[in-house]
C-alpha cells in the first residue's frame, strides 16, 4: 500500500483551475454569435499563427497531462491511465475552446484544441516514461526520508510558491496584496445600492509606502514563510537548513527572472536594494535559529509570519512602478500567463493560513519507515515479497528412535 497521499490530484484540479481563468479571461463581452460552440472544430484552418502561440498551447497543457498521468496511474494500469488522462485534458481544451466562440477578446481555434492535446499527450508519456525510468520511485522514497506522513497539502502550497512570485510584487517576497484591490471589486459590485456606505474605505486610512526598515522586515517575513513551511513536515534539522537554502534561492532566482519579464533582462537585479538585501539576511539568520524547533510549534508561529507579512504589506499603498508592471503582464504575450501566476500571488498566503488552521492541534502522521527500492517498471506499488518455502521441521523428541532403560545398580 501506498504510504502517502499523492500530491498529483490537488495539483491538477488547482491547474485545470488556472487554465480555465486564463482561458476565459476578461470574462466580459459574452454575446451570442449564432453559431454552435463546436462550430470551430469543421472550421479553416487559421492564416496567422506564431511560433510562441504554438508553445504557449503545448506547455500549457504539458502538465496537467503530466499530473493527471501520474495521479491515474495509482489507480490503473499505464496505458489505460495515459489514455484518460489525456482525453480529460483535450476534453477540457474542447470545452474551453467553445466558450471563447462568445468572447469578443478570444478566438476559439482548431488547431489549439490539437495543440492542447498534444501537449496533454506528451505530459503524459513524460510521466510513464519517468515511472517506468524508475524515478517516480526514486520520489517515493525521497519523500518517505524526508517528509512526514501528513504532509501533501504542504507540498502542494510549496509547489505553488515559486509561480505566486513569478507575478510582479510590489515588495520581494511579497504576496496578498489585495485589499486595495478587494475594496475596487467592492464599490463595483455595490455601486448604486445603500450598501456602498457601509463599506469602510481604505483610501481614508492614510496608507503609507513602506519605510526602508519595514520594507526589510517584510521581505524577512515572506522569505522566512516557505522555510517554515517546510520545517512543519520535516523533522531532521539537517534537512531542514538544505531545504530553507534551497527555499531562499528558489526565490532569488524565481524573482530575478520575473523581474528580467518585466523590465528585460538587464534589470534581473534591479529589485535587490539595501533593505531587500537586510531583510534576506535577516531571513536566513532567522531559519537558522528556528532549525531546533518542533513541527508542531512552527505551526502556530508560521501563521503569526503570515498574519504580520500581510498586515504589513497592505498597509502601504501600491507604488506606481508596481502599476506599470501589471499593465505589462496584463497586456500583450504575458496574458497567457496572467491568471495563473496573478491568483496564486494574491491567494496564497490565504490558502496557506487556511491549511495551518486545519493542522492546528492535529497530528503530522510521523516519519513512516522508507519503502523498498522497486525495479524500473515495476508500477508504484512494490511487489510483495513471496513466502519462505516451510521448512521440514525437525522430528520431535517423542519421534526419535526409543533409547534404552536406564540400568538400575546391581
Known sequence: MNRYKSAALPLALLYAGLIVYASLYPFSGWRDVGVAPWAYVTAPLPRYWTRFDVGANVAGYAPLGFLLALAMMRMRRAWPALTL??????????????????????????????????????????????????????????????????????????????????????????????????????????????????????????????????EALCVALGALVPCLLGYTVIRHRGR??????????????????????????VHAWGWVTQPVQYGLWLAVVAAGLLLLVPGRVCVPLLMVVLAAQVVLLNTAPQNAYYAVSLQTWEQGRFIHFHGLAQWVGWL???????????????????????????????????????????????????????????????
Open 85 to 214: 488522462a489525456t482525453l480529460a485534458a483535450a476534453l477540457l481544451s474542447f470545452t474551453m475552446e467553445g466558450l471563447q466562440t462568445y468572447l469578443p477578446a478570444r478566438v476559439a481555434s482548431n488547431v489549439d484544441l490539437a495543440l492542447n492535446a498534444g501537449g496533454a499527450l506528451a505530459g503524459a508519456l513524460s510521466a510513464w516514461v519517468l515511472e517506468r525510468l524508475g524515478a517516480i520511485d526514486t520520489w517515493r522514497r525521497f519523500r518517505a526520508r524526508w517528509f512526514v506522513r501528513n504532509s501533501r497539502g504542504a507540498l502542494v502550497l510549496l509547489a505553488l510558491w515559486p509561480v505566486g512570485l513569478l507575478f510582479p510584487a510590489p515588495v520581494a517576497f511579497g504576496m496578498g496584496q489585495v485589499f486595495e484591490r478587494l475594496e475596487e471589486g467592492l464599490i463595483g459590485l455595490l455601486d448604486g445600492t445603500p450598501f456602498l456606505g457601509w463599506l469602510p474605505p481604505l483610501r481614508d486610512l492614510g496608507l503609507q509606502p513602506l519605510l526602508p526598515g519595514e
Open 240 to 265: 531542514r537548513a538544505l531545504f530553507a537554502g534551497a527555499a531562499l534561492l528558489c526565490g532569488v532566482a524565481v524573482s530575478a527572472l520575473s523581474a528580467g519579464l518585466t523590465y528585460g533582462p
Open 348 to 410: 496564497w498566503p490565504f490558502a496557506t493560513f487556511a491549511y495551518l488552521i486545519g493542522r492546528l492541534g492535529g497530528g503530522d502522521g510521523g516519519q513512516p519507515p522508507v519503502p523498498p527500492r522497486t525495479l524500473p517498471g515495476a508500477g508504484w506499488q512494490a511487489a510483495p515479497a513471496m513466502p519462505a518455502p516451510p521448512t521440514q521441521a525437525s522430528a520431535p523428541p517423542d519421534s526419535a528412535a526409543p533409547q534404552a532403560p536406564p540400568r538400575i545398580g546391581a
